[in-house]
């Protein structure tokens, strides 16, 4: 288990983005945070500023060892292989978030947007994978879920590119856009970006509403209607944010949404759910 000193203390209702809010079915809500609190405590690990890298390895080898049943030391994974099998679903989408977790502790830099890509096929696809498998969705729904996911993490990333680089040497803007817009690393340990890093950001965050174009049909894409309206809030919120970091510097302000902002981006998010499974059944009864 992680010890309390790599703890964050970090909860789900602290993330970015809902994580098992009020519009999840209530009995998917307990699967769902026992996949969040192992991927909390691994991310927690992975991040830790002075931890030895070993020792991260080793927790994180601990995990690993609780979601396949070799041994039972992390009652979190415990818990989470527990219910996953009573469910039927396995447990490899936590285990290649797993991988994603071992490559930040042993990666810091990415070398262009492919890299970071891939790297997003274990930090952030493996978690809709999971929310589609935990509600019985069929895996044609993937590709626009690993396009929504990827773009969730690469807002995050944008957000958070001052802190990472200050507090645990990390960088997730790709060194060839850096690069080209003859901006050293260091910058991102200014108080302000400079107009080239500015320029950097908003590329990479136009690179993401490609992404997010592409994740657009997924809230029409999926049979749950419940689990349609938190995609369709997630999307909206995410858009949201990722059009602020084309105008925004995330060094020197937070790119975050106001409560009241929030609360808008819910209720039209609903509304892009809503019309979004309208959609998918005209077409449905065009194809017919």
């Not at 009020?22 to 690990?45: E, Q, T």
């Not at 590119?161 to 901006?183: F, N, T, W």
């Amino acid at each position: 288990m992680t010890t309390p000193s790599l703890a964050s203390g970090k909860g789900h209702r602290d993330e970015n983005f809902p994580v098992a809010s009020a519009l999840i079915a209530k009995r998917h809500r307990p699967v769902v945070m026992a996949f969040y609190r192992v991927a909390r405590m691994s991310d927690d690990i992975a991040d830790h500023a002075t931890a030895p890298p070993q020792t991260k390895l080793d927790q994180l080898a601990a995990i690993e060892r609780g979601l396949t049943g070799a041994a039972m030391t992390v009652p979190e994974a415990v818990a989470l292989r527990n219910v996953l099998s009573e469910r039927g679903i396995s447990p490899q989408h936590a285990l290649d978030l797993l991988t994603a977790f071992r490559r930040d502790v042993t990666q810091s830099r990415y070398a262009d947007w492919a890299d970071l890509m891939d790297y997003c096929r274990y930090s952030a696809a493996p978690v809709g994978r999971f929310m589609l498998d935990v509600h019985g969705e069929a895996t044609t729904t993937w590709p626009a879920s690993d396009a929504l996911c990827a773009a969730l993490q690469v807002i995050n990333h944008l957000q958070d590119c001052g802190k990472d680089y200050r507090q645990i040497d990390r960088v997730y803007l790709p060194a060839d856009a850096l690069e080209a817009a003859d901006v050293e690393v260091s910058a991102l340990g200014e108080g302000a970006a400079s107009p080239a890093l500015r320029g950097v950001i908003g590329d990479l965050a136009r690179r993401t509403a490609v992404l997010l174009h592409e994740a657009r049909p997924l809230a029409g894409q999926v049979r749950d209607r419940r689990l349609s309206l938190e995609i369709g809030v997630i999307h909206r919120l995410a858009v949201s944010l990722n059009a602020r970091l084309t105008t925004r510097d995330p060094l020197s302000e937070p790119v975050r949404h106001r409560p009241w902002e929030a609360m808008g981006g819910v209720l039209l998010g609903v509304g892009d759910a809503i019309a979004a499974r309208l959609r998918a059944r005209q077409n449905c009864r065009a194809a017919a």
